[in-house]
């Protein structure tokens, strides 16, 4: 509960000056600290009481970053943790047991007879779809609260090599392409344009790989590409208590039955068969990422961050970005997203003022001009729909921007272990030859085990 300090002014005597807040502190892993100095030197001009904000970088991992929560954890236990910091937007229901929502400035502010900061509507009004889904959370109590606010958007699409492209005569991928082909004719396939920029030996060695996907370990970003799978399938992974769906099976359009986990997880592990036409892919070949800038890859599902790394370490690569793949060519697309955002923690409601603050500046540095000025220098795309058409325009980041409206997620409790057994679910169809029926059926005991987990937890109960 945020301590009460505010000064309201109903007596008749004159308003006190706004109270001084000493410093904020912000905690984050990708960013370095200038990125953020124009924001923080503005901001202090315009709110003469704060003295003084400081923001420190973490190392992080692209997938896990567990120590720095543990340093978010430790340090807010101790007292001296970040009043701000930077969080994954699978997150919250893990985590939001540290925040403090913007709900409840909102009601201080309200009962100050001051203007809300930024209410639900303008919220949903203001960001990408997703960010309403990831990081507004439904309480106990059935209200939906905000816990943080998104500092980007990214989501899966198909980096290809253009000069391999050429080679197979490939056109590159049109708009409304599909994984598989969905007529007699063919058409432009994922499965289709894999198999035919792969290049086998007599001796059965992959010689060049169409495409990244088919293993767990040498497959960046395998867990995601697996899970958008299941969720273009009609699975949404899991439901309200984070116990896992996707095993059970559901309509499919011509009045059979399936298991949307099995058929993604036999889709995707079809890539690495020896004894199927669309092998391109197997345990011994090089991390995905190094093949790609090796040029020796002809296609890469990843997200945009990917960019800037390819301009460094392969600059004269010819490069091009196709929308991820969707089952159906003229269905409703649906992509995945993965971004970083900010939350306030608990610690800042040490005084009415500092949590509003700490708020302020995230509206602040979430505004339309600071937005779009932060995705500029980090080279992403703003999660602001008012700014998802200017990024549209760009060569890079055009296609991420165009899917961003259509991006969603699923909530995990915990995204590295939801990774790694995903990951395992894929590597044990190859390495301990484990049917995916059986392989998908582990992962959702233990997907299931992980919220099951966490509703002890959030309950107050022992694990």
Same mark, same amino acid.
């Given at each position: 509960?945020?301590a009460?300090?505010l000064?309201?002014s ?8 706004t109270p001084v ?10 960013d ?5 100095? $124009?924001?923080?030197?503005q ?5 003469g009481?704060?003295?003084?904000i400081?923001?420190r ?11 720095y929560m543990?340093?978010?954890? @430790?340090g807010?236990?101790?007292g001296?943790?970040?009043?701000i ?6 997150w919250?229901p893990s ?9 409840e400035?909102n009601d201080?502010?309200?009962?100050? &007879?001051?203007? +809300? ?6 919220? &949903?009004e203001t ?8 990081l ?7 209200? +939906? ?5 998104p ?20 056109a ?11 007529t ?11 198999? !035919? ?5 007599q ?5 060049r790989?169409g495409?990244a996907? &088919?293993?767990? !370990?040498?497959v ?9 799978l ?9 439901d ?8 059970n ?21 079809n ?11 197997? !345990?011994?070949m090089?991390?995905?990422?190094d093949?790609?800038y090796?040029? +020796? ?24 970005i196709?929308?991820?793949p ?13 971004y970083?955002g ?5 610690q800042?409601?040490?005084s009415? @003022? !500092?949590?509003i603050?700490?708020?302020n500046?995230?509206?602040?540095i979430?505004?339309?001009? $600071?937005?779009d000025?932060?995705?500029? @220098? ?14 549209k $325009?760009?060569p ?19 995204n ?15 390495? $301990? &030859?484990?049917?995916p ?6 992962a959702?005991q233990?997907?299931? @085990?992980?919220?099951?987990d ?5 309950k107050?109960?022992?694990y």
């Amino acid at each position: 509960m945020l301590a009460s300090t505010l000064v309201l002014s109903g007596c008749g005597c004159a308003p006190s000056a706004t109270p001084v807040v000493d410093n904020i502190t912000i905690w984050g892993t990708w960013d370095d600290t200038d990125i953020y100095q $124009q924001f923080i030197s503005q901001y202090k001009r315009d709110h003469g009481n704060v003295k003084n904000i400081t923001y420190r970088k973490f190392p992080c991992n692209e997938t896990e970053c567990a120590d720095y929560m543990r340093e978010v954890v @430790q340090g807010l236990a101790a007292g001296n943790g970040p009043d701000i910091f930077q969080i994954n937007n699978t997150w919250v229901p893990s985590q939001k047991d540290k925040m403090l929502s913007l709900d409840e400035v909102n009601d201080k502010l309200t009962t100050a &007879g001051k203007e +809300q900061i930024m209410n639900l509507r303008e919220y &949903g009004e203001t960001f990408v779809p997703v960010a309403m889904k990831d990081l507004v959370s439904k309480d106990a109590d059935g209200v +939906q609260r905000i816990y943080g606010v998104p500092l980007w958007i990214d989501d899966l699409a198909v980096y290809y090599n253009r000069d391999i492209f050429n080679m197979a005569g490939l056109a590159p991928p049109p708009k409304n392409w599909t994984w598989q082909s969905q007529t007699a004719q063919g058409g432009a396939n994922f499965e289709s344009y894999a198999s !035919k920029m792969t290049s086998i030996d007599q001796y059965g060695n992959i010689k060049r790989a169409g495409a990244a996907i &088919g293993y767990g !370990k040498n497959v960046d970003r395998a867990p995601d590409i697996l899970s958008v799978l299941m969720m273009q399938m009609g699975s949404p992974i899991v439901d309200d208590s984070w116990q896992s769906v996707f095993t059970n099976r559901i309509a499919a359009a011509d009045g059979s039955y399936f298991s949307p986990g099995e058929a993604a997880l036999t889709f995707y592990t079809n890539f690495s068969n020896r004894s199927q036409v669309a092998y391109t892919w197997n !345990k011994e070949m090089w991390n995905s990422v190094d093949l790609f800038y090796a040029g +020796q890859l002809g296609m890469m599902i990843n997200y945009s961050h990917r960019i800037q790394t390819i301009q460094q370490k392969a600059p004269n690569l010819n490069v091009g970005i196709a929308p991820l793949p969707q089952i159906l060519p003229n269905s409703k697309p649906m992509n995945f997203a993965s971004y970083w955002g900010m939350a306030v923690s608990k610690q800042a409601a040490s005084s009415d @003022q !500092k949590a509003i603050e700490c708020w302020n500046f995230l509206k602040y540095i979430t505004d339309t001009d $600071q937005s779009d000025a932060y995705a500029t @220098q980090t080279h992403r795309v703003s999660p602001r729909i008012d700014l998802i058409d200017k990024y549209k $325009q760009d060569p890079w980041l055009g296609v991420f921007a165009d899917q961003a409206l259509s991006a969603t997620s699923f909530p995990e409790v915990n995204n590295a272990r939801i990774s790694t057994i995903f990951q395992n679910a894929i590597d044990s169809v190859r390495d $301990q &030859g484990i049917t995916p029926n059986d392989a998908i059926t582990t992962a959702a005991q233990q997907v299931s @085990q992980e919220g099951a987990d966490l509703s002890k937890k959030m309950k107050g109960l022992d694990y």
